[in-house]
């Protein structure tokens, strides 16, 4: 198999949801969380859920290296876990949106380029 295969290959490239409970009752606690939340965007996580943030890893080095910054990252109280899952199966995900659900926002009239 070629490297160029390989990248492209749907069991190779991983997504790593990180799923959290973390205490808020005090406002050292709150700021916890807050500092976690933005950590975690910081590393390319993006929000799929209050408390479940997503990212897309290239490789299962590249997601060892950022299981271990999420790692670092956790707050002294709380609860989180990481869940490994190849692009193969999130392509599988199946998402259920209540019947009182917002409308998408309209489309851009012109493409953004980053």
């Known amino acids: 198999m070629t490297p160029s295969h390989s990248a492209l290959n749907g069991y190779d490239l991983m997504w790593l949801y ?8 005090t406002k050292a606690q709150r700021k916890a969380s807050a500092r976690f939340r933005k950590d975690l965007l910081k590393d390319g996580f993006a929000m ?3 408390s ?7 490789s299962l080095q590249s997601a060892a290296v950022h299981i271990e910054r ?20 999130f ?11 917002k409308p998408p926002p309209p489309s851009p009239a012109q493409l953004e380029l980053f």
């Open 18 to 25: 990180v799923m959290f409970d973390l205490p808020v009752e």
């Open 91 to 101: 392509g599988e995900t199946i998402h259920i949106q209540g019947r009182r659900a």
């Open 52 to 58: 479940v943030y997503i990212r897309h890893c290239a």
């Open 70 to 89: 999420v790692r670092q990252l956790v707050p002294d109280e709380g609860f989180v876990s990481v869940l490994k899952v190849t692009d193969k199966q």
């Open 48 to 50: 799929h859920q209050f």
